[in-house]
């Protein structure tokens, strides 16, 4: 496979973006080599300036559920921008897209809308604190909920990738108030609570975790925080920046029949423009400014292009639509396991609808502790393997891999057939 274009536009990106990139894990620095520098993509494929093909099970880390280029959505895009890429007031797209979304979850009463994942995760945290007037946050070890100072603490993928188990600049003072615990230890939960729930504004949880890989929820578990939330009176947020429409019509949430106080978006609300959003109980929401005290905002929040790339996204977005990702997924989890069984590699392939990741382990994962006790040397060997044969995966071992409604039976079973010989890749 020909790289010498990528390879020269990473040097220069070097003296350009601090390790090149400006988001840290598309450096490579958890699989080794450098980035494809990519130049279009187009329903399930990509394509980088060196013109290599590849299946994308990236999908810009979530948004695109449609694949790339869905023509409504750039229709849709298009459309908003003729009239104007921005006008900083109201606009009529903020309420087609909140009415979509609060038709799917009516447990999304109000909500703000924001321009990233991060934004809303900071928003929802604010509001949680500012409505219980307390200061700790309960987070847990490996959920990532994006780049803000009170969750860098504990954040799973990028920051496991790089080794780095917080970041410095943010403050002790300010990260003493992020409690965390082991993801799927409700006991550990309930000492916690017992010993300062008076202390604690709310708990922010990935209900499905995609950011340390995926891990599933035990029965029980997210039930089990959201009572004792209640019962000490915290907030439970939802954070679905990763899983909202993703996992089905209602998120998450539907998915797992859980009904919390706020709940934050981005991704695929957005269908591959900047978009997030927090939101939840009406009398948790009024308290945003400008209807309430605890203060937030943004210049291009609700921006119409945006709005149209969400509104084509969503509406889009059947049953059917989920029925089929959840088949399509299914066979390449299967044929996943079957491929690392043939060649002798042990694995744990974990999936829920259309997100999964192949563990490079003898051991079941389901908390961040046992996803660290993977082999990160194999699954390298596996991403390079599959890079090679012209399939896009995540490159670290702890993300999660998307499948979009772009990707055909035939997409699946070439993955599966790559997937034969870069298990085998993966022993050497
Ligand atoms: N929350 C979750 C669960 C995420 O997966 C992410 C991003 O991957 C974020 C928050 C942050 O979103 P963004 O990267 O849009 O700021």
Known sequence: MKTELSEKLFAKANTLFP??????????????GGPRFIARGKGSRLFDVDGNAYLDYVGSWGPLILGHCNPEVMREVQDAMKSGASFGAPSPREIVLAELIRERMPWVEKMRFVSSGT???????????????????????????????SVLVKAGSGVETLGLPDSPGVPADFAKHTLTLPYNDLAAAEALFAARGGTIAAVIVEPVVGNMGVLVPRPGFL??????????????IVDEVMTGFRLAMGGACDRLGLRPDLVTFGKVIGGGLPVGAFGGRAEVMDRIAPAGPVYQSGTLSGNPMAMGAGIATLRQL??????????????????????????????????VGSMLTVFFSEQPVFDAQSARGCDTKR???????MLEAGVYLPPSQFEAAFVSLAHSDEDVEATLDAAKVAFRAALQ
């Open 19 to 32: 390790g090149g990139v400006n988001s840290p894990v598309r450096a490579f620095k958890g699989v080794g």
């Open 119 to 149: 934004e809303a995760t900071t928003g929802a945290i604010r509001l949680a604190r500012g409505f219980t007037g307390r200061d700790d946050l309960v987070k847990f070890d490996g959920c990532f909920h994006g780049a803000g100072d």
């Open 223 to 236: 039930e089990g925080i959201h009572a004792l939330c209640r019962k000490h009176g915290a907030l439970f």
């Open 318 to 351: 059947t049953p059917a639509s989920y029925e089929r990702l959840e088949a399509a997924s299914a066979r390449l989890a299967e044929g996943l396991a079957a491929a690392a069984r043939e060649a002798g590699v042990p694995v744990q392939v974990n999936r």
């Open 379 to 385: 699954f390298s060997r596996f991403f390079h393997a």
